[in-house]
């Protein structure tokens, strides 16, 4: 009995630790992106490559085990779209800090700017669920999070 | 005394199956490399299609008196959404050529003016965040170790300030980035024209001349170099070629791939090296 009740336990702890973790299913998130780009509806977005986490965000490459992300390119839009995965998740809520703090930029950008933009913005936030941080501004936002969502199980 | 625990048995069994159907999957890309995915490799391959052919169409620049790029390796661009266009492009660009451009940096964001760019840092400033660090733009041009600073404002400084003022704030920015780094260069670049169709009361090609005339003096007093990139830019009429905007439809002031490319040999040709 006491065996049984040991495995039991065990089995418990095992089951616990591997869904402790929101947002546990994976998904690779360069195909994730290709998905909402294609819903965006901005054909003038441009692909950043991991030389510009660190200018651009203040992200290490090194906290990320994934990313794919992409921003207007003409300098007169808002849209911008950054998905990571980090490492692990103190590295994910390393990210997170930064993304906040690109969205609070961007707010500032835009505010008394391009109001359409601002406008849009607002409805935007940034998301984070376990590893995975998510920025997606777009007048699409709705669309767009939900082709994330839908990758990522949430 | 059995039965239970066969019964545990199988039930752990259970949850140990359902705890691994929990558990990440590898992706795909990370099926088949085996490990995690390389971001910048998979990146890099996905440069938009509609992108793909930028370099291609550019003719190369003539080389005569053109400078080598390098000498922008300690170079600073400091602007608004004009100065963003460029760094995107150059962003681009340096994809199929790492060399492109130097390695110059960029201070830019969509509504910097002089003006706003002297207010003190806030949280809600307009000063850029540079490796994930807000800070003004003098302490992060120095971080850059900035030795040539180019700046073009003035686009959202004129309607509010008027072409002097406007001018005066540039002057007292530039001195502040001098107090940081004492030796660097100030690049004063005209700001630009706007379409001839998109004059505004404020702000218009005649207020950006005026504005133009002011930094060019400044110049002249204070020993630093000016480029006039508007001329490069600007038809006959002294507005900006509708050929150059990007946004004919809105403000009429931003730029194209191709006149971003006119930009540059501008600089390359004009620089004093």
């Known amino acids: 009995m006491k065996k049984a009740t040991a495995l039991l336990v065990l089995a418990a702890l095992l089951f616990l630790a591997a869904c402790s973790k929101p947002g546990a299913k994976s998904a690779d998130l360069a195909q994730v992106l290709s998905q909402m780009k294609g819903a965006a509806r901005n054909s003038e977005m441009m692909d950043l490559t991991g030389d510009d986490l660190m200018p651009n965000y203040g992200i290490d490459p090194a ?10 390119s003409t300098g007169t839009k808002g849209d911008e779209i950054v998905l990571m995965q980090g490492k692990d998740g103190a590295a994910a809520d390393r990210i997170r800090q930064k993304l906040d703090l690109r969205y609070k930029q961007k707010q500032a950008e835009m505010k008394d700017y391009l109001p359409e933009e601002y406008a849009v913005l607002k409805q935007c936030r940034v998301r984070q669920d376990g590893e995975y941080v998510c920025l997606i501004v777009s007048p699409r936002h709705e669309a767009l999070e939900k082709i994330y969502a839908d990758a990522l199980g949430l | 005394m059995r039965k239970p625990g066969r019964l545990a048995a199988a039930l752990a069994a259970a949850l140990l199956v359902a705890a691994c159907g929990c558990g990440r999957a590898a992706s795909p890309a990370e099926a088949a490399s085996g490990s995690a995915p390389s971001s910048r490799a998979e990146q890099k391959s996905s440069v938009p299609a509609s992108r793909a052919p930028v370099s291609q169409k550019l003719p190369a620049a003539s080389s005569a008196a053109q400078a080598d790029p390098a000498v922008l390796d300690d170079a600073v661009f400091v602007g608004d959404s004009v100065t963003l266009k460029l760094k995107n492009y150059v962003t681009l660009r340096r994809r199929a050529d790492s060399s492109f451009f130097g390695r110059a940096k960029f201070l830019v964001a969509g509504n910097m003016g002089s003006g706003n760019a002297l207010a003190p840092l806030g949280e809600n400033s307009i000063h850029p965040p540079y490796n ?16 040539k600073i180019f700046l073009m404002l003035g686009v959202n400084d004129i309607a509010p300030y008027g072409a002097a003022r406007a001018a005066a ?28 169709s998109k004059q505004l009361k404020k702000l218009n090609n005649e207020s950006i001349s005026q504005y133009n005339g002011r930094l060019r003096e400044i110049c002249r007093k204070r020993g630093w170099d000016y480029l006039d990139v508007a001329s490069v830019l600007a038809g006959k009429d002294g507005a900006l070629k509708p050929e150059y905007c990007s946004d004919p439809e809105s403000l009429g002031l931003h730029f194209t791939d191709e006149a971003c490319r ?5 600089i390359l040709t004009h620089i004093k090296t």
């Open chain 1, 63 to 72: 906290d990320t085990r994934q990313f794919a992300a992409c921003v207007d």
């Open chain 2, 132 to 147: 994930g660090k807000k800070a003004l733009l003098e302490d992060s041009a120095a971080q850059m170790g900035a030795k």
């Open chain 2, 169 to 196: 704030n540039l002057e007292k920015l530039c001195l502040r980035f001098l107090e940081k780094r004492p030796d660097a260069r100030i690049i004063l670049q005209s700001a630009t024209p706007m379409l001839k």
């Open chain 2, 262 to 266: 006119i930009w540059i040999r501008y």
